[in-house]
């Protein structure tokens, strides 16, 4: 081999083992700092998965945190001198089997109908009975008492499944109910139609109540408007089952002082929100505690009854 070969060989060499230092020096660097950050950038991503859905079973993201609890600008009346009275007043929504894996708020707020029809009768074997926010009503003004272990199912906004899902198990048992209609919602796509409404009205076992007409947040709207959807909802849902309505339920659970008088004044007997508790006196009267009960069934759902105390 000559020498200027030989030279070349070794010069070759020389630059082959130099790019290749590079090429390493480049990787392990690459390796130092990226690699981290799309770690940090996977474990971030898993927390958020797993918080989101932790909330959706604590609270569904229809409702912010802030409605869970009793809002600091509302005044409460003084305490009632008879001590508070346990009824849960259970809150639902959907009932039926959601077809669309993307729609996470009403997965979220849906229990399926076999599981609602199992709490029916886990709650009927363990000797509640069922009746409606009026009647509870009646019991604050005196007129009567309460079963022993009083219990209220209420069903927001008026969907098509309470009529085609929820109202052949509360046929089938007996038990009754309150639904709460958005009137501007009727007939439209998911929600019942208005001779769907007028067949529960006349069921004897479904109190109509009013959830304004277009379902506004009553504290982000003025008071005109506010007065409308609330005193508005009350005569058309009066107009088409052809008796009063003395139950109120804000939407989204946004209430305020002034959402509170113009209930009050429009004739409502009681309000409800999605305040959490299930101890109740004329001091929550227009903002009626309630309860999610999610899927709970059997004895899951008895000892989270029984040991409710607030």
Same mark, same amino acid.
């Given at each position: ?60 993201? #229809? ?6 609890? %009793? ?22 929504? #959907? ?27 886990? %709650? ?45 198990? %509360? ?38 109540? *009013? ?66 508790? *299930? ?28 040991? %409710?105390?607030?």
């Amino acid at each position: 081999m000559t020498r200027e070969k030989i030279g070349m060989f070794f010069l070759t060499y020389f630059l082959y083992t130099r790019g290749m230092r590079r090429r390493v020096r480049k990787s392990v660097r690459f390796s130092v700092i990226i690699l981290p950050v799309c770690a940090v950038l996977s474990l971030l991503c898993v927390f958020l998965f797993i918080a989101g859905t932790w909330k959706n079973v604590l609270t569904p993201s #229809y409702y912010g945190r802030d409605v869970l609890t %009793l809002p600091s600008d509302v005044h409460l009346l003084p305490a009632p001198l008879a001590p508070p009275v346990k009824v849960p007043v259970l809150l639902y929504h #959907y009932v039926e089997y959601v077809k669309d894996p993307r729609d996470t708020i009403r997965q979220s707020l849906d229990i399926v109908p076999a599981v609602f029809e199992k709490q029916i009768q886990t %709650l009927l074997a363990d000797s509640y009975t069922f009746i409606t926010l009026d009647e509870f009503a009646d019991y604050l003004d005196g007129k009567n008492a309460l079963p022993e272990k009083p219990i209220i199912l209420t069903f927001d906004d008026g969907y098509s499944d309470f009529y085609t899902d929820v109202m052949p198990i %509360l046929f089938k048992y007996h038990v009754k109910a309150v639904a709460f209609i958005i009137t501007g919602f009727l007939d439209k796509h998911n929600f019942m139609t208005t001779a769907q409404l007028q067949v529960v009205a006349s069921s004897g076992l479904v109190e109509i109540a *009013s959830h304004t007409i277009h379902h506004v947040n009553l504290r982000a709207v003025g008071e005109k408007t506010a007065d409308t959807e609330i005193r508005g909802s009350k005569m058309q849902l009066e107009a088409i089952i052809g008796r009063q309505v003395h139950t109120f339920a804000y939407p989204n659970g946004d209430f305020n002082d002034m959402a509170i008088r113009l209930v009050t004044k429009a004739g409502y007997r009681t309000a409800v929100s999605v305040v959490e508790g *299930s101890l109740h006196s004329e001091q929550d009267r227009y903002f009626v505690y309630r309860l999610r009960p999610g899927a709970r069934t059997g004895k899951n759902l008895t000892g989270w009854l029984a040991g %409710l105390t607030k």
